[in-house]
């Protein structure tokens, strides 16, 4: 049966516990509407003279954190800094103690204020480079400088859980096209969180196993580096959505090592070339997927971090939004396929 | 304390157990990227000559499955159509006696047949007329339809679910521009409303309450009519979001009546006319959040449908794909103040 002749399928997969539709005729409907401009390469033609994020123009920034190389001046390579207009806030108290917040008023509603820390990292001081064409080393500067924020966030103790996300273009949602990623911090643990962590939970009591440690290869492997392998998901939300999946044991991402972290950069840059010379440099997000700050010993046995990387080619509509079941016309193992040949040059 | 200074709020509701921060500060960040063309009045200019939705281009369509009124001809008002690229099929077995599919081969995860309906409501005969232009009898002819096919499609056992949604725009993923709904049918439960399900069932146990019969209406109200009432959900994903609750108990929208039905629509109508007033004709989602068919007696006292409207103003990024939690810029309760006060002429 070739791809295109598949019937729809209806997946669910052992770590999310999130439902799919897989359904190839979906992508064959046609529109009305003019296509989308190709958003990850439509910035104002002046953008990088007024760009906060450009070598130059530090001063337009809210406050750095860190950078590397640490010492370095006009020549850093990579840094974090305050987002300047955070969704969380450092100043602003979580506990009960303050008066206006910190308590439910309704049974079932929470209400707290809105602490945490809200970072950007810049990933680089050229406005248009992109990750996907930096050096395997330069990539290892970003992912190591993500542990190391996230390893400062550690010691407070009432963070929980730490997001390191990227837009990339403006249909993933990025306002800024200088190359950037975003690490927010928050004093709970989010909803998909805990719903991995359930799920994952599950799957271990069953087969004593951890369901990332057991991940389907067989027909849905990329690529495999070192110390990490690339899969389409069993049941990838949406076309060519692709997870880098470290091969050996680990709860948290913030416990990469160097040698790790040079490994996994050439995995992602190379996963990264991959969906753009498929998608044609398609707008897209990544997710590092790790566990909560503070897991109990019991937790690590099921816990494993991954990155989620989803290119962005069409918008979600109420079906989604209003199920949380989305619908992808892509078999995972057709998309695997496609991915795992291509030669990069 | 002004709006715009508001500090972050972290909430989730007693309804759907989803948290959001809500940021007044996020809404002033700059974007070096062209802003949207505007989607909702974007098609081809050709668009309503080919368009199958059209009067006169019946012969273009899926399969019909009624009109209304029932025995018109060229003159009908509403359509309701087979989708022509259905995300599930009518023709796929979802039980396990089809080989191919109906088994999770892994522990944990599920893989079914994509079984289901999946329909088209065609609102109007006319391509340009939009719902918040229609007379309120014409959107109750179209709540009616949403009624009569999910009373066809309760027969079927074997369905579980039945999603009503629209997408009314390009960013709100609407492919085509001629005034029309769905409804997807589904063999499963989506994540959405078993979670919806348990959280408003924790609410009824502590409380001897429904949470929607409950709903806050202290600041959040906007309108009300007979039957309904228009509010700002206490945590609202998105800006300006609203919902449309029955001020009646009731678990399934199909089970709405004629006279009902007329209050709603001129309800519905108010409120995206007043989103439109205030957002300048905004991209939106609507969906129907109704209960499974197949509920049990000791279901019926927290299971409550509401519609949830949402106007597409913003991107969604990585943050959100990766924690479930959503970054509102704007305050329920200042939203609700606004769109109280807006005076449909
Ligand atoms: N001078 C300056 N100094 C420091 N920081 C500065 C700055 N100027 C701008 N910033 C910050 O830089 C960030 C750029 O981030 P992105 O381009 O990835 O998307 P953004 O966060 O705007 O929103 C996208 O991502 C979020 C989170 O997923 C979604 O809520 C949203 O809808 C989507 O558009 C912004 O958060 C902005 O606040
Ligand atoms: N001649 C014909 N006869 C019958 N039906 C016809 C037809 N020509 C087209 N259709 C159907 O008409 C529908 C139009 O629906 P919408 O414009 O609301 O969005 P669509 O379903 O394309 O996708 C949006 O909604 C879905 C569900 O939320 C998301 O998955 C998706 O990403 C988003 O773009 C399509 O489903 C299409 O298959």
Same mark, same amino acid.
């Given at each position: 049966?070739? /791809?295109?002749?598949?019937?729809?399928?209806?997946?669910?997969?052992?770590?999310?516990?999130?439902?799919?539709?897989?359904?190839?005729?979906?992508?064959?409907?046609?529109?009305? &509407?003019?296509?989308?401009?190709?958003?990850?390469?439509?910035?104002?033609?002046?953008?990088?003279?007024?760009?906060?994020?450009?070598?130059?123009?530090?001063?337009?920034?809210?406050?750095?954190?860190?950078?590397?190389?640490?010492?370095?001046?006009? +020549?850093?390579?990579?840094?974090?800094?305050?987002?300047?207009?955070?969704?969380? @806030?450092? +100043?602003?108290?979580?506990?009960?103690? +303050?008066?206006?917040?910190?308590?439910?008023?309704?049974?079932?509603?929470?209400?707290?204020?809105?602490?945490?820390?809200?970072?950007?990292?810049?990933?680089?001081?050229?406005?248009?480079?992109?990750?996907? +064409?930096?050096?395997?080393?330069?990539?290892?500067?970003?992912?190591?400088?993500?542990?190391?924020? *996230?390893?400062?966030?550690?010691?407070?103790? @009432?963070?929980?859980?730490?997001?390191?996300?990227?837009?990339?273009?403006?249909?993933?949602?990025?306002?800024?096209?200088?190359?950037?990623?975003? =690490?927010?911090?928050? /004093?709970?643990?989010?909803?998909?969180?805990?719903?991995?962590?359930?799920?994952?939970?599950?799957?271990?009591?069953?087969?004593?196993?951890?369901?990332?440690?057991?991940?389907?290869?067989?027909?849905?492997?990329?690529?495999?580096?070192?110390?990490?392998?690339?899969?389409?998901?069993?049941?990838?939300?949406?076309? &060519?959505?692709?997870?880098?999946?470290?091969?050996?044991?680990?709860?948290?991402?913030?416990?990469?090592?160097?040698?790790?972290?040079?490994?996994?950069?050439?995995?992602?840059?190379?996963?990264?070339?991959?969906?753009?010379?498929?998608?044609?440099?398609?707008?897209?997000?990544?997710? *590092?997927?790790?566990?909560?700050?503070?897991?109990?010993?019991?937790?690590?046995?099921?816990?494993?971090?991954? *990155?989620?990387?989803?290119?962005?080619?069409?918008?979600?509509?109420? &079906?989604?939004?209003?199920?949380?079941?989305?619908?992808?016309?892509?078999?995972?193992?057709?998309?695997?396929? =496609?991915?795992?040949? *291509?030669?990069? /040059?």
């Amino acid at each position: 049966m070739s /791809p295109a002749n598949h019937n729809p399928e209806i997946r669910k997969d052992a770590v999310n516990n999130r439902m799919v539709i897989i359904s190839p005729a979906r992508s064959r409907r046609p529109s009305d &509407f003019k296509s989308k401009s190709k958003p990850s390469s439509n910035p104002n033609s002046d953008a990088h003279q007024t760009c906060p994020f450009c070598a130059g123009n530090e001063h337009q920034c809210a406050p750095e954190i860190f950078r590397s190389p640490e010492y370095s001046t006009s +020549d850093w390579k990579v840094r974090v800094i305050e987002n300047l207009y955070p969704a969380v @806030s450092r +100043d602003v108290g979580v506990k009960s103690d +303050d008066v206006e917040y910190g308590h439910a008023d309704v049974i079932g509603e929470v209400r707290l204020g809105g602490f945490g820390y809200h970072d950007v990292v810049i990933e680089s001081p050229v406005h248009s480079v992109q990750l996907v +064409d930096m050096l395997v080393s330069e990539v290892a500067d970003v992912l190591i400088a993500y542990k190391k924020r *996230i390893g400062q966030i550690c010691g407070v103790g @009432s963070i929980s859980y730490v997001q390191v996300f990227k837009n990339h273009g403006a249909s993933a949602g990025a306002s800024l096209s200088h190359p950037h990623s975003q =690490i927010l911090a928050l /004093p709970v643990i989010p909803s998909t969180v805990s719903t991995r962590l359930n799920s994952m939970k599950e799957y271990h009591n069953q087969t004593g196993k951890c369901a990332l440690c057991n991940i389907h290869t067989d027909k849905l492997l990329i690529d495999e580096s070192t110390h990490f392998i690339s899969v389409s998901p069993f049941a990838s939300t949406y076309p &060519f959505e692709t997870w880098i999946v470290p091969r050996y044991h680990s709860s948290h991402y913030h416990e990469i090592g160097e040698d790790k972290a040079i490994d996994l950069g050439g995995l992602l840059k190379l996963t990264l070339k991959k969906l753009s010379i498929q998608l044609d440099d398609p707008p897209y997000n990544f997710m *590092i997927h790790t566990s909560p700050l503070q897991i109990t010993s019991s937790q690590l046995p099921y816990t494993h971090w991954y *990155i989620q990387i989803v290119p962005q080619l069409s918008t979600i509509g109420g &079906f989604e939004m209003g199920t949380g079941c989305y619908i992808n016309p892509v078999f995972p193992e057709d998309a695997a396929k =496609i991915l795992r040949e *291509i030669e990069v /040059p």
